[in-house]
């Protein structure tokens, strides 16, 4: 049995990584609910505006041809995977999933393009970049870096525009986000989502969002200055919404982790109590020997 000055020790430390894991999980909480907020927000604007799109798409003649970010795969480009997860830790598995998606990506669907070298990695976070250099994909893994020690809507619009002009250049045939999607505080989904090519949804497409609307100056020019947003938007919902993720996860992470600490120091407090007993025990023996000795 460990001595007394062994189990104050311990006491001590897990009492510390208690009220660190207690203090994050209250910081998580507080963002959360920032972060919630924001995805309610993007996600019914992402939603609107990918139907406007859909709708003017589908009512403008030869829309593939005269608009490149609606062009089908060429089939000589490249595929880029966008990988979204963060650049700090403690979050459970929030950021191992991503690293999990994408490797099981790069080794079955898209295991092709990876023979002919069409594969790119083009990692959000540093947890991400790290955990995928590790795991040695057969692809090029490429890092935003400081990406959310500097988070604007100017550097999601860099990233953004940047993959797009790629896309329409013939650079890039498919953008594809690998990312965790909020469902709740104790649920987040590992999701796949395309970003380009933009594609003509046909429930949107027969929706007709814009037939009520007179469209100025034109449904074409409208749709030209229309398509760089709807790239931009997507591609922050997106960053929102593993944000919000991010949040949830660490937040649940660090409840279980102050609910352990809670339990062990308990086990700890027995322990120490035990130890202590059987310390006076052997004194008071020793005592009532030396005692029983003197009287002969």
């Known amino acids: 049995m460990a001595n007394l000055k ?8 897990v009492q510390s990584t208690k009220q660190v894991t207690s203090a994050m999980k209250m910081v998580s909480a507080a963002k959360l609910k920032k ?8 996600r019914p604007f992402e939603a609107k505006l990918s139907q406007i799109i859909g709708s003017l798409g589908s009512s403008v003649a030869n829309v593939e041809l005269n608009y490149p970010a609606f062009r089908n795969k060429t089939k000589n480009g490249i ?4 990988a979204i997860a963060s650049d700090k830790g403690l979050a459970g598995a929030f950021n191992s999933n991503v690293v999990k998606e994408v490797e099981a990506m790069v080794a079955t669907s898209l295991s092709a393009q990876v023979a002919k070298g069409k594969v790119e990695v083009l990692a959000l976070g540093k947890q991400v970049a790290k955990g995928l250099r590790s ?11 400081n990406f959310f020690d500097n988070l604007s809507l100017q550097t999601v619009y ?6 797009r002009r790629r896309f329409e ?4 045939d498919k953008v594809i986000v690998v990312y965790n999607k909020f469902v709740n505080t104790a649920v987040q ?8 090519p933009l594609q003509l949804d046909e429930a949107d497409a027969q929706s007709n969002a814009v037939s009520d609307f ?27 919404e593993s944000l919000a993720s991010e949040h949830g996860a660490r937040m649940t992470a660090m409840h279980k982790a102050t609910d352990n600490a809670t339990t062990l120091l308990a086990e700890l407090q027995l322990q120490y109590n035990k130890a202590r007993q059987t310390a006076i025990t052997n004194e008071l023996i020793e005592i009532v020997s030396g005692a029983s000795a003197l009287n002969g």
């Open 135 to 145: 795991r040695k994909l057969n692809a090029p893994v490429n890092e935003a870096a």
């Open 6 to 13: 062994d189990i104050r020790t311990r006491i001590h430390s």
């Open 79 to 82: 595929t880029l995977v966008i």
């Open 35 to 42: 972060a919630q907020n924001e995805v309610a927000k993007v």
């Open 169 to 172: 250049t013939k650079e890039l």
């Open 158 to 163: 860099e990233v953004a525009d940047t993959v």
């Open 214 to 240: 007179i469209v100025e100056p034109s449904k074409e020019e409208v749709l030209e200055d229309l398509i760089p947003q709807a790239v931009r938007i997507r591609l922050l919902a997106l960053i929102k």
């Open 189 to 196: 989904e590992v999701s796949q989502k395309q970003l380009l």
